[in-house]
C-alpha cells in the first residue's frame, strides 16, 4: 500500500546495498576479534573495527527501514565468512580502506539507478545518509595508513598509534 514511484530496479539495488552492509560490518567484526586476541593484543584497533562494524550494521539496518518505508520487500542475503587473519595493522587498514571504496562505489551506482528511475526520495535519502559519511571514512583511513606508514608499522610506533586509536572518540 505504501508503494509509490519505487521501481523493481531501486528495490533490487537498495537490497544489494543492504546486504553490502551487513557483509561490510561483518568483515569489521572480524578484524576486531582479531586485534582483541592476546596474540595480537592492540586494544584501539580492536575499538576502532568493533565501531566500524556497528556503523556498517546500522547502515543495513536503515536500509531495511527505507525499503519497508517505501513499501518494498527486503531481501537477505547469506553474509560469506570473513577472513581471521588480517597480518597486520596497516594491511586491515589498507582492506578496510578498499572496502570503504567498494561501498562508496556501490552507494553511487545506487544513486544512479535512482536517478535513471526518476526516484528523488531515494537519491535524497543517500544524499542526506550515506554519501558525505563515506567520503570522510575514505579520507580518515587514508590518513591512518599515512600515519602508520610514518610510525614505521610495528613496535613502538604501532603501539603509540594503537593507544591513540583507543583514546579516540
Do not use: C
Request: charged fraction near 30%; charge should be negative; avoid cysteine.
Amino acid at each position: 500500500m505504501a508503494r509509490q514511484n519505487f521501481s523493481a530496479e531501486v528495490e533490487k539495488a537498495l537490497n544489494d546495498q543492504l546486504n553490502l552492509e551487513f557483509k561490510a560490518s561483518h568483515i569489521y567484526l572480524s578484524m576486531s576479534a582479531y586485534f582483541g586476541r592476546d596474540s595480537v593484543a592492540l586494544p584501539g584497533f580492536q575499538k576502532f573495527f568493533k565501531h566500524s562494524s556497528d556503523e556498517e550494521r546500522e547502515h543495513g539496518e536503515k536500509f531495511i527501514d527505507y525499503v519497508n518505508k517505501r513499501g518494498g520487500r527486503v531481501v537477505l542475503s547469506s553474509v560469506p565468512a570473513p577472513e581471521i587473519e588480517w597480518n597486520s595493522g596497516r594491511s586491515a587498514v589498507e582492506i578496510a580502506l578498499q572496502l570503504e571504496k567498494d561501498v562508496n562505489t556501490s552507494l553511487l551506482k545506487l544513486h544512479k539507478v535512482a536517478e535513471e528511475q526518476n526516484d528523488p526520495a531515494t537519491m535524497d535519502f543517500l544524499e542526506g545518509e550515506y554519501l558525505k559519511e563515506q567520503v570522510e571514512a575514505n579520507k580518515q583511513l587514508s590518513d591512518m595508513l599515512t600515519q602508520i606508514a610514518r610510525v614505521g608499522g610495528d613496535g613502538l610506533g604501532l603501539y603509540l598509534f594503537d593507544q591513540n586509536l583507543q583514546s579516540e572518540k
